[in-house]
């Protein structure tokens, strides 16, 4: 019995180390890409860049609560008429804690840091270009920010609860084509 605890136990603790040096990992990469190129870029397509930083978030933390809200069953009977995408769904469901942490968490709080940092340089650059306060800018920039994320979030959320195992298939027909899953197991 105590074996199993331990073993419990070290898996926790591999996850979370995976959690964090996967979100610092990527935060990184992603942050140092997305600030280089807002920098390298106009005001318009700086703002489009933010956007689709935004949308992110929101697909990701969208997929995050299907796979909490899903259920296996109806993807077993895709699975059984070979459909493809349908054991990959039901791996998304099976791993759910983890799946909604790496959505919800991981990639949806590094998009909300990195529309952070993006909004800053927005907001410098409007306060020069137009000559106003930064501080002003920055405070109408981050509120922008924030209610276009919690706004998305929650339409997400009541959408992605309804929609649960239509939203898993099609993420887990995605998974099919870029990693697919050759057998599951027993759960």
Known sequence: MKKKSKNNKKKKNNWLWQAFLITFLLSLIFGGISNTVVVK??????????????????????????????TEAPFHAKAAKKHKGAKESIMLVRNAPQVSNICNDVIGDMCGVISGSIGALLSLNISNILNLDLIIVGLVVSAAIASLTVGGKAIGKKFAIKKCTEIIYF?????????????????
């Open 41 to 70: 870029l106009n005001m318009f397509f700086a703002t489009i860049v933010l956007i689709a930083i935004i949308l992110i978030g929101v697909l990701f933390d969208l997929i995050g609560m299907a796979v909490a809200s899903a």
């Open 171 to 187: 993420a887990g027909t995605i998974i099919h084509y870029v990693h697919p899953v050759k057998d599951i197991k027993k759960g």
